[in-house]
C-alpha cells in the first residue's frame, strides 16, 4: 500500500499547517475533517485533518506519525470544514487556532467526552385533578413550568433556566409525578403538521408582510435582508414567519444574538410558535450543555439553534435561514485571540451555502446600512411599532446653565420626582462601574495610579479597595496621601456605586437597585434583580451598559442618560455612532403603549450636531449623516481596516517593531503608526499600534499577507506580542 501523508491544524499560534505520517493500519481509513491525535513538542493535541496526500517533500526522517484516530464520528463536513478554513483566511489568524475555536470544549481534549443524549422534561401522563388543582392555589410559579412543558413536551434544562426557572422549581414538580424526563432521541428534525402554534401567530402589517414574503422568495439562495425597526415594530414576528416554510420544508434556522440579548421573553416566542427541538448555546451553558447543542446539530435533531456569536460554527447540515438580531451589537465581535465578528461571518456561511440571512436592528451599524443603502443587500424599514405605542421622546438637558448636584441637574431630579410619584420607575444610566473613577489627595492633587497601567485606580468603597478596571490588581486605600503626608483623600468623580449612595439619600422614600458587572457576579443574581424590577420592587433602577440591552422594563417610563459627552470627542471615530446606537436601544426598552416613555440625556454640550441631529432626526438620518462624514473621511465602511497590536515590557520594542514594518511599501494599502495604543501601558506592558487602511478588501488582504511576512523575518518578533485583527471595532486595544 502507498504512504499516506496528512496535512493537520494544529491548536498552536503558527499560520500553517503541519504533516503527520499516517501509521500503515489506518492507510485508507482516515478521511478529511477527522480529528486525530498527534504529537507536538513533547505533547499530545488533537488536530483536524485537512487534507489527504500520497506525496511528501518532508524528508522521512523528519515526519512524525499520527498517534491515533477518535473515530467518533464527530468530524467536520466538507463544508463546515471549507467554512471554518474561509474564516482563517478572511481574518489571517493561525489555522489551527481557528478549528480549535470552532470546537466545543470537550471535543478539544484527548480524553474522550461524555456524549449522552440531553435529558429532555415531559409531562407525565397519568395526572390526577387532584395533582393539578393543588399547584393551581398554592404554587403558581410551579403551575406555570408544569404548563410550558406539558405544552412543549421535551424541553432541557438549559432551556427552562434561561426561561428563569429553577432547579427545586423542577424538582418540585417532579417529586409530585407531574414530569417525567427521558433521554432525547436521537432522530432527524422532521417537521410535523401541528408543529406549528398557530393561535398566537399575529396578522402581520403590510410593512411586515413585504418582508416575509421577500425572505420566503429568497430560499434556497444567497441573500442579504436588513430589517430596520425600532424595538416594538414587530421584527421579531416578521423573524418567526420567516422561518415557518424553512422549518416546514425539513431546514433548520439558526438564531444569532448578542452576548446578553437573549432573554427569556424572546426564547418563550420561538418556544410558543414552534414545537421543534429548539437548542441553545451562550455564555450561560456550562462545556458539557454546549457538547449537547453541537452534538443536536450534528446529529441532525435541532431544528433552531439560538445562541451568541461562536454558534456560527455550529454543523448544521440543514441549515436553510440565519437570523442575526441586533447585528449592530459589539458583543458580536470576539476581542481577543480569534477577533472574528459573528455577523460578518454569518454572511460568508449564508453565502457559501446559499441561503437567505435577515440581519435585524432598530439601529443598524453604519456598514450594514451601507450595504443595504448601495443595493448590495435587500432593504427593509419598520416604521411603525406594531400595536399602538408610541416612541419614548429624547430630550437633551444643558447642564451648563443650571446647578447640579451629584452629576444630578436640577431639570433631571424634578422629573424623577414626578415620576416616582406617579408610580412609574426611573432608569438611571451611567456607565462606569465602582464608587468613583479615582482618588486623589486635596492638598497635592496626588493621584492614586495603578503602576501597571498608569492610569488613576477605581474606588470600590463597599469592597474597601482600589481595582484596577484595566489590569485588575487590587490596593488598599492608603490613609494617608505618599506624596504630601496629607490625610485628606477624597474620591474624584462618580461611579455607579456612589449615585447609588447619592440616589438612595436623595429619594429616601424609594427602594433604589443598582445593576452592573458588581452586583450581578453571583450566578442568577441578574435574573433575581431583573425579576424585583419587573415586580415593581424597586422605583430607582441604576444601570451601566448592561441594562441597554436585551430587557424591556414596562413601568420605566424615564430613562436618564447622565455621562454621554466622551463620546461625542473621542478618538475612536465609532464612538458617536455606538453613543446613538446606546441611546435609541435605552429608548426602545422603556414604556409601553399606555405609557410612553421620555429619555433626558444630560450634557454640556446640547449643541454638538451630532446629539442635534439624533434627537431631531432620528437615527436613520443620523447614520446617514454619519455615513457622508465617513465616506469624506474615507473612513470604513468605505475603507477597509486592519490593526496589528504589538506589545512589549519596554515601550522601545514595540515601537521600532512597527517603524521597521512600516518601512516597507505594500501596494494599495496606508500605513498608519507606530502610534501609541489609547491605553499605551496595561499590565505593565507598553502597547503600540499600526493601521493598515485599504480602499479595496482585496489590497488590504494582500497587504496584511506582505505584513505578516515581513513578521516572519523581523528581528523583534519574538520579543514583541503582536496580532492582527481585520475589520477592527475596538482601537483603545
Ligand atoms: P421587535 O422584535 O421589533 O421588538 P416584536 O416582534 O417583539 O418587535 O413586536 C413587538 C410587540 O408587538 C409584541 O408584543 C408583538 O406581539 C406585537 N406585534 C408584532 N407584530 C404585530 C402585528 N402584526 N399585529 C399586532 N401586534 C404585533
Ligand atoms: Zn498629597
Ligand atoms: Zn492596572
Not at 426564547?267 to 453541537?294: A, C
Not at 460568508?348 to 450594514?368: D, F, H, K, Y
Request: proline share 5%; aromatic share 8%.
Amino acid at each position: 500500500m502507498s504512504a499516506q501523508y496528512l496535512q493537520v491544524a494544529v491548536p498552536v499560534p503558527m499560520r500553517q499547517l503541519f504533516t503527520y505520517k499516517v501509521p500503515e493500519e489506518l492507510i485508507s481509513e482516515i478521511n478529511v475533517g477527522e480529528r486525530v491525535i498527534v504529537p507536538f513538542a513533547n505533547r499530545q493535541v488533537i488536530g483536524i485533518v485537512l487534507e489527504i496526500q500520497s506525496h511528501c517533500d518532508v524528508p522521512e526522517n523528519k515526519l512524525k506519525t499520527i498517534l491515533s484516530r477518535i473515530n467518533d464520528n464527530y468530524h467536520f463536513d466538507p463544508l463546515l470544514l471549507a467554512f471554518v478554513r474561509r474564516c482563517a483566511e478572511y481574518y489571517h489568524h493561525p489555522i489551527g487556532d481557528v478549528f480549535q475555536q470552532a470546537l466545543p470544549v470537550l471535543l478539544r481534549q484527548v480524553e474522550q467526552p461524555d456524549v449522552a443524549p440531553t435529558q429532555l422534561w415531559h409531562s407525565a401522563t397519568d395526572i390526577t385533578d387532584d395533582a393539578l388543582s393543588k399547584l393551581k392555589k398554592r404554587a403558581s410559579k410551579q403551575l406555570a413550568l408544569f404548563q410550558l412543558i406539558a405544552s412543549h413536551q421535551g424541553l432541557s434544562w438549559p432551556e427552562l433556566r434561561t426561561l428563569n426557572y429553577n432547579k427545586a422549581q423542577l424538582k418540585a414538580l417532579a417529586d409530585k409525578a407531574l414530569i417525567i424526563k427521558k433521554p432525547a432521541e436521537i432522530k432527524t428534525f422532521a417537521w410535523q403538521e401541528n408543529a406549528l402554534a398557530t393561535d398566537n401567530k399575529l396578522n402581520l402589517s403590510v410593512e411586515q408582510a413585504v418582508i416575509v414574503a421577500a425572505v420566503k422568495q429568497s430560499l434556497n439562495q444567497y441573500a442579504c435582508h436588513l430589517v430596520e425597526g425600532v424595538t416594538g415594530s414587530g421584527k421579531t414576528e416578521v423573524y418567526l414567519q420567516a422561518m415557518e416554510q424553512v422549518l416546514a420544508s425539513h431546514q433548520q434556522v439558526l438564531v444569532l444574538v448578542p452576548e446578553i440579548g437573549l432573554t427569556p421573553q424572546t426564547l418563550s416566542r420561538f418556544e410558543q410558535r414552534f414545537k421543534v427541538p429548539i437548542y441553545l448555546h451562550h455564555s450561560g451553558l456550562n462545556d458539557k450543555e454546549r457538547l449537547d447543542t453541537w452534538l443536536s446539530a450534528q446529529r441532525g435533531n435541532a431544528a433552531i439553534i439560538i445562541g451568541t456569536r461562536s454558534a456560527i460554527f455550529t454543523p448544521l447540515h440543514k441549515l436553510g435561514l440565519i437570523i442575526v438580531d441586533e447585528e449592530h451589537d459589539s458583543s458580536f465581535k470576539q476581542q481577543d485571540s480569534f477577533r472574528y465578528h459573528g455577523r460578518d461571518m454569518a454572511i460568508m456561511r449564508a453565502r457559501q451555502l446559499n441561503i437567505p440571512i435577515v440581519l435585524g436592528s432598530a439601529t443598524p451599524s453604519l456598514e450594514s446600512l451601507q450595504n443595504a443603502l448601495s443595493g448590495k443587500y435587500h432593504y427593509h424599514q419598520l416604521l411603525k411599532r406594531a400595536g399602538n405605542s408610541s416612541k419614548a421622546k429624547i430630550e437633551l438637558v444643558d447642564m451648563a446653565n443650571q446647578p447640579t448636584e451629584f452629576g444630578l441637574s436640577s431639570n433631571i431630579k424634578k422629573a424623577m420626582k414626578q415620576t416616582l410619584a406617579r408610580g412609574e420607575q426611573v432608569l438611571l444610566f451611567l456607565n462606569r462601574r465602582g464608587y468613583a473613577p479615582a482618588i486623589n489627595c486635596k492638598e497635592c492633587h496626588w493621584i492614586a495610579d495603578c503602576q501597571r497601567c498608569d492610569k488613576p485606580y477605581t474606588l470600590h468603597q463597599g469592597q474597601q479597595l482600589l481595582i484596577c478596571h484595566h489590569c485588575g490588581s487590587q490596593k488598599r486605600i492608603p490613609l494617608q496621601c505618599p506624596s504630601c503626608g496629607s490625610p485628606r483623600i477624597a474620591p474624584l468623580g462618580q461611579g455607579t456605586e456612589q449615585l447609588e449612595h447619592r440616589i438612595s439619600d436623595m429619594f429616601a422614600d424609594y427602594s433604589v437597585v443598582r445593576i452592573d458587572r458588581d452586583s450581578t457576579r453571583r450566578k442568577g443574581e441578574l435574573a433575581k434583580l431583573l425579576q424585583e424590577v419587573t415586580d415593581n420592587k424597586h422605583q430607582l433602577l441604576i444601570g451601566t451598559q448592561m441594562l441597554a440591552k436585551g430587557h424591556h422594563f414596562p413601568n420605566v417610563t424615564l430613562v436618564l442618560m447622565l455621562d454621554i459627552d466622551g463620546a461625542l470627542f473621542s478618538y475612536d471615530f465609532r464612538a458617536a455612532e455606538n453613543m446613538a446606537q446606546l441611546l435609541v436601544q435605552v429608548a426602545g426598552r422603556a414604556g409601553r403603549a399606555s405609557k410612553p416613555g421620555k429619555v433626558m440625556v444630560q450634557s454640556y454640550f446640547p449643541e454638538h450636531p451630532l446629539l442635534q441631529d439624533l434627537v431631531h432626526n432620528g437615527y436613520n438620518h443620523f447614520a446617514r449623516q454619519a455615513l457622508t462624514e465617513r465616506s469624506q473621511a474615507l473612513l470604513p465602511p468605505f475603507t477597509f481596516q486592519a490593526l496589528f497590536r504589538a506589545e512589549a515590557n519596554y515601550p522601545s520594542y514595540p515601537e521600532k517593531f512597527i517603524r521597521q514594518l512600516c518601512q516597507v511599501q505594500y501596494q494599495g494599502c496606508e500605513l498608519a503608526g507606530p502610534i501609541p495604543a489609547a491605553m499605551e501601558k496595561k499590565a505593565g506592558k507598553f502597547r503600540y499600534h499600526l493601521i493598515v487602511q485599504a480602499k479595496s478588501r482585496k489590497a488590504l488582504h494582500l497587504g496584511v499577507q506582505a505584513l505578516l511576512q515581513q513578521i516572519m523575518v523581523n528581528e523583534l518578533q519574538t520579543k514583541v506580542r503582536w496580532s492582527v485583527d481585520i475589520d477592527p471595532t475596538d482601537l483603545s486595544w
